[in-house]
């Protein structure tokens, strides 16, 4: 990995991409501390309310920003959320089908839309979460005026984080949305080393029953190493997971073209079992947390049925851990599904004269690919959904106590699948570039 940035630092094309890349999350997180007019910014900072349930989830996905009211304090949520919206109708409506199918003019104007639905998304979570803020009493004024500048601010930051995430795409390198979320989650190993210092120093409590007690030093020092060990598990796991292919034998018929004979040989089609990388992740928790945000904001009464609703829907339950896993499982499908098509690949083969040994090129071919497919990305989808559920479960196990490592599992993965994808796609570029100047 190091060797490979160390060589596009030496090539003037990416070393730009980098730094422009790099300049791209420098101003976001500066919009991280921009403060926003009209909170009191340290006794949101000291609130406990950040620090449980989804709000400790979204404080990791906006790097601490929703804790500390600042100016991208909604993130990349709207933006993400928008994405998965245009995606789903893209399918469901024909209109939208149809842009799809136009090429790069039709998908110009699917990102239009999308813009157009995460500016009213942002509008909708910006008052959401202005009266969050009103209800903790956060406000150093509540008049009309105040409320309007809040909201705004807010809504105009969450299109300036999709303007970022939007240039990363177009002029750096890597997937502007997974970027930012890793510069966010990054941004929170601090509060990570913190939470771990306080488990070593007995600080951290665990709920057994109905009480609750302190746990030992030597109690946390069994759980830090275990917790560490299962990072680095889940690390090599993922890394050897996003590695992992499945090759489908190709054999290319001979032909004599002219005086020459072309053909002949044997070659694979690789299949990868993670073959969409982290959006399944990204957008499974997305979905999930819709309801446990709607209840932070709206602040249901307690007993209520709305309240007991939204707790069967929150991040401390069962259901949610199951429902995460459910729809990792699904958007791997669905991203797979648009990502890759095997009739396209049939059509390719059977043009160029090639075919898999066993098997009728044509539509054989492609319910063939298909059903490897399928299987495959089930597998895929599998692994990657025990490692983001299972600190869920631990953490569900133990009372909650352990809830700073509720979301470690979707936060390694976002992490490590970034880097890996961000890396595949310098060395593809640099190899694309070699075979350039090799032709020239």
């Known amino acids: 990995m190091f060797t490979t940035l160390k060589n596009a630092w030496k090539v003037p094309d990416l070393k730009r991409k980098l730094l422009f890349t790099l300049l791209i999350i420098v101003l976001y997180r500066l919009g991280c501390a921009i403060p926003i007019p009209y909170l009191n910014s340290a006794l949101m900072q000291n609130a406990a309310l950040f620090n449980q349930g989804i709000f400790q989830y979204l404080n990791i996905l906006t790097g601490s920003a929703i804790s500390q009211g600042t100016l991208f304090a909604l993130g ?4 993400i959320t928008a994405s998965i919206v245009m995606q789903l109708l893209t399918i469901a409506i024909p209109y ?3 842009l799809a199918k136009e090429g790069e003019e039709g998908q110009k104007k699917i990102n239009q839309y999308t813009r157009y639905v995460t500016v009213v998304l942002g509008l909708i979570t910006a008052i959401g979460y202005y009266q969050l803020l009103k209800s903790q009493n956060f406000l150093t004024d509540r008049g009309f005026f105040p409320a309007a500048v809040i909201i705004t601010c807010y809504c105009a930051g ?8 939007e240039k990363v795409n177009e002029n750096g390198v890597g997937n502007g949305i997974s970027m930012i979320l890793l510069a966010n989650i990054i941004s929170r190993l601090p509060s990570f080393a913190a939470a771990i210092v306080n488990l070593v120093t007995g600080k951290q409590t665990i709920k057994l029953g109905e009480t609750t007690h302190l746990i030992p030093f ?9 917790a560490i060990a299962l990072a680095v598990a889940m690390i090599g796991f993922i890394v050897w997971m996003t590695n992992s292919e499945r090759r489908i034998p190709i054999q290319y018929a001979k032909r004599v073209v002219g005086r020459k004979m072309y053909g002949g040989q044997s070659s694979n089609l690789p299949l990868k079992v993670n073959m969409v990388g982290v959006m399944p992740i990204i957008f499974a928790s997305s979905i999930c947390s819709i309801i446990p945000t709607i209840q932070a904001f709206t602040r249901p009464a307690e007993n209520s049925f709305w309240d007991k609703f939204c707790d069967f829907f929150g991040t401390g339950s069962w259901f949610y851990a199951l429902l995460t896993f459910v729809f990792i499982i699904a958007f791997a499908y669905f991203y797979t599904s648009i990502s890759f098509n095997p009739v396209e690949i049939s059509n390719n083969l059977k043009t160029q004269g090639g075919s898999i040994p066993g098997i009728r090129p044509g539509r054989p071919t492609a319910e063939y690919i298909t059903r490897i497919l399928n299987r495959i990305t089930l597998i895929g989808a599998l692994l990657l959904a025990v490692v983001a559920v299972l600190p869920m479960i631990i953490n569900l196990c133990t009372g909650g106590s352990l809830s700073a490592l509720a979301f470690g599992g979707s936060s390694i993965i976002i992490v490590v699948g970034v880097i890996l994808e ?3 796609e310098i060395e593809a570029q640099m190899t ?9």
């Open 422 to 424: 961000t890396i595949r």
């Open 158 to 165: 969450s299109a300036l984080v999709m303007w970022l995430a």
């Open 218 to 226: 030597w109690l946390g020092i069994i759980i830090t190493l275990a």
């Open 76 to 79: 990349i949520n709207p933006y």
């Open 96 to 98: 939208l089908e149809n």
């Open 432 to 440: 694309m570039r070699h075979y350039k100047g090799f032709l020239g």
